[in-house]
């Protein structure tokens, strides 16, 4: 009878608000970590945020929400109701595989391991690193035992961050677009190389600060539903969609760190705040998945934050801020500075173009190392010979090479794939906005409004939650299945045009 | 056997532990909402809170535990094992006196009431607080019920703050210390009136709160241990002995405000940096009590932040910092300045003698609030009335008024009595450190140096954890039990030397 149904269903909304709880919580305590911290309270902070992990984990794998959640599927509930309680279900029967202990140990590990990166940076030493990563990947390797898998370990792990993604689906993808990419980075080689030393002159910490908050807000970045916080490494975190923190760091001697940075960021921040509050702790309040959240950021990024529409009506601004530093400079030189293809050393610094050869080199190590092929102590010879081999650049220590991202340290293996699939899944978006809204590019360019784009990625993408998979969204939103080769046409017609 | 009792001990201390991880968590979670939470966050955060005290709450009442402490405290500990082990017996009798329905629906209503606070004083209305506020009153009322109480509900309420306290008791050290205290205010009345006007002269913001962390570090506050923020009102609050929090807040037209609060706090968190880490979630890794909490505090704030000795020092300094502010007075000047008695509308601004005045107004307010002789409707003009009658001042409005502390709003009901009698005890302790420490006064005035106190402090109190009460600790370090004439005869003493 439906007041049961109504019944069950509320009582299962109640047990995942309060394991969102936990689980924000959690975020919070992690939040804080990587912004406020005191060194020595590094410790007992690792404990905490296992105890939390835990209990997180014990909630959710009570057998009295696995039978809840049991009853409910077989239930007639209407569509959204049902995609909620079926995924899950999927995420309850996989992780009632692990115990809490694994849990715990995993938490407390990856705490250790990410004050061991900072370490390892300080001191511009792998080896800082090193034990801690070990343990940290031989976890890892356990944990894909326990998922199971079929074909390769790595599969089980880029599973978590991207549902239905495979070693084999990744390597076709990454050969499909390496070849298109080459021979665009060649035709760009043919151009006159761009001028871009203005955007490495000095940019005074507090100007470049408040410049940063300057486009997070006219970017639509709601500052009463969030903040922006210094890290060492930009990331965002929300402890719901109603506080939503954004982190960057501030290079005083380099201009593009800050401000791309805090576009890329202020887009996953968008997407956070546009989900539906109402669903707080369900499925259908949460993001679709890591490449569409990454798609978001891209296509604020580059789309619209690499754009000439956006800078014909930005950089007038931008010259009001740092006179001194872009009187002198035009529009167009601007634009050719801040597209400039070369190949790096930094993935965070890289153009659009040579960006994807910085993944797929994780791609592969992480490929290696859980296969047992690479072993941890061997990274940063791997690495560095392999960034000769597809950028051509020589890596002149650690912490321009292997220690340049935290992911690793979060124990997050698997997730540097779904930043290639975001720019493609990016352009696609991109190309299909423009589509449908004829006025998108005059709005930005005459008037720097970009909330056409916002409004449009809310209705399209957003309010969706988790509904749909980033296959299904696609599908449905451009009207066709992810291609790559969208996004070498974008970029190509975006490098001829400068 | 011995082993049984040390595995039985070991589990004890893990489930403490765990219980401590989820306690400190949900500080966090506080600390945030203080400092930097985004004003849309408030509503879910009040969630999480909510949520991580029934967790803790559900952890410490379970029935394990309870068996665990009753088996326990039969065995054969050592001094410091059993008393641990007693008081953890004592909390959980208390604790599962209250459902955990309860505590969620306290914590969901100390939430709203803060934020509720925050919006009054914005508007400068109580009304806009007094709906809350009416709730949160009638649920300490159901809390007085449920521990239970002879003679007075306050009574319940004052014990959850200071253990034994009682009306009676508080009644007659009020009553004891407001004749002397009448007397000296006439005979300080006598004399001639301060002049002060250089101290609200414009202090700019970022230089006060480099001075403020120049002194806190010159105090011994640890930063590799602990920060500073800023918050609406002044607090300490920690994560582990590893991670202290201080906040504080800065008004440029008042240089007092920022500096005193500063010291204040940095009192409470050297007690907090002390106690030791390895009895963490342990009651022998806890703070002795709110009043000796309290103790430590103005021992730092008053008897050495307001001492002669320490501005001998450190008034070149300030001067270094301010010099167009302070170059014209002389550090006598500057004595008679910050310790001007005169009867004033702000608690924390108030001087060492008048700031008794505004607890006992506090604490007669509660006790008619709590035995229903005082509608929380009725407070503002309650307040106002008493203020007149004893400190002869007319209250502009609520901010300046019945809205001006936090404590409320945390449902702290209670608890205001602790910071007279932290007065009172730390008067006993400074005499007792001078009398001890012959050289304290010397090395303060020449070299500014406070780490005798500090040393002292640590060994007589701080390491000591729980293990004694406020009384035995007093009576233990001070050779005599808590005597208001000692506090009296330190401010007669002081306030004559000026």
Redesign the interface.
């Known amino acids: 009878m439906p007041a049961d149904k109504e019944l069950l269903y509320n009582d299962y909304k109640a047990t995942m ?2 394991i969102a ?2 689980k ?3 975020a ?2 992690q939040w ?1 970590q990587e912004t ?6 590094a ?3 690792g ?2 945020l ?3 992990s835990e ?1 997180a984990h014990n909630m959710f794998t009570n057998e009295k929400l696995g039978k809840l959640l049991n009853e409910l599927i077989s239930k007639d509930l209407d569509a959204k109701q049902k995609k909620n309680v079926q995924l899950s279900l999927e995420e309850y029967n996989k992780l009632i595989r692990f115990s809490s202990d694994f849990v715990r140990k995993m938490s407390e590990i990856t705490s250790a391991s990410f004050h061991a990166w900072l370490e390892a940076r300080k001191q511009n030493n792998f080896s800082v690193f090193e034990p801690a990563l070990s343990a940290l990947v031989g976890l890892k390797r356990e944990e894909a035992n326990i998922l199971g898998y079929d074909a390769h370990p790595y599969n089980a792990l880029i599973n978590e961050f991207e549902k239905g993604a495979t070693v084999a689906m990744a390597d076709k993808i990454f050969a499909d677009v390496t070849k298109p990419l080459l021979i665009l980075l060649d035709e760009v080689k043919q151009k006159p190389f761009a001028e871009d030393r203005f955007l490495h002159q000095t940019f005074p910490k507090q100007q470049q600060w408040e410049w940063g908050i300057y486009l997070a807000k006219q970017l639509g970045f ?6 922006q ?1 210094i890290s060492e490494h930009p990331f965002t975190i929300n ?2 969609s ?2 939503v923190r954004i982190t960057t760091r501030i290079d005083e001697d380099d201009f593009k760190n800050m401000t791309w940075s805090t576009i890329h960021e202020v887009g996953h921040a968008l997407y956070e705040q546009s989900l539906p ?1 109402d669903e ?1 702790g369900l499925p259908s309040g949460e993001y679709a998945s890591l490449s569409i959240h990454e798609s978001q950021s891209r296509i604020w990024e580059n789309c619209i934050g690499r754009g000439h529409e956006f800078w014909q009506f930005y950089f007038p601004k931008l010259q009001q801020y740092f006179p001194h530093q872009f009187n002198d400079v035009s529009v167009q030189q601007f634009m050719q500075a801040i597209n400039k293809v070369q190949p790096s050393l930094i993935r965070t610094d890289a153009d659009e173009l040579t960006y994807h050869f910085h993944v797929m080199i994780r791609y592969e190590l992480e490929k290696n190392l859980m296969e047992g092929s690479l072993q941890v102590k061997d990274i940063p010879v791997y690495w560095n010979e392999q960034y000769k081999n597809l950028l051509g650049v020589d890596v002149p220590d650690d912490k321009q090479g292997c220690l340049q991202d935290v992911h690793w340290s979060h124990g997050s293996f698997g997730y540097f794939p779904t930043y290639s699939l975001g720019s493609f899944y990016a352009a696609q978006f991109w190309e299909k906005a423009q589509s449908e809204i004829p006025e998108l590019s005059s709005k930005i360019a005459l008037q720097g409004d970009t909330g056409l784009l916002l409004h449009w990625l809310r209705s399209s993408i957003h309010i969706r939650g988790k509904y749909y998979s980033s296959e299904e969204l696609c599908t449905l939103v451009t009207g066709k299945q992810l291609d790559s080769k969208v996004f070498v046409d974008y970029l190509r017609q975006k490098l001829n045009y400068l």
């Not at 406020?36 to 309270?41: F, N, S, T, V, W």
């Not at 709601?222 to 903040?227: P, S, V």
């Open positions: 608000r309060k709880d936990v924000y919580a959690t919070v305590l804080d406020y911290l005191p060194p020595k309270g410790h007992f902070r404990q905490q296992a105890t939390l209990i709601d500052f009463e539903a969030g903040r916080d402890f719901s109603q506080d509050a707080y």
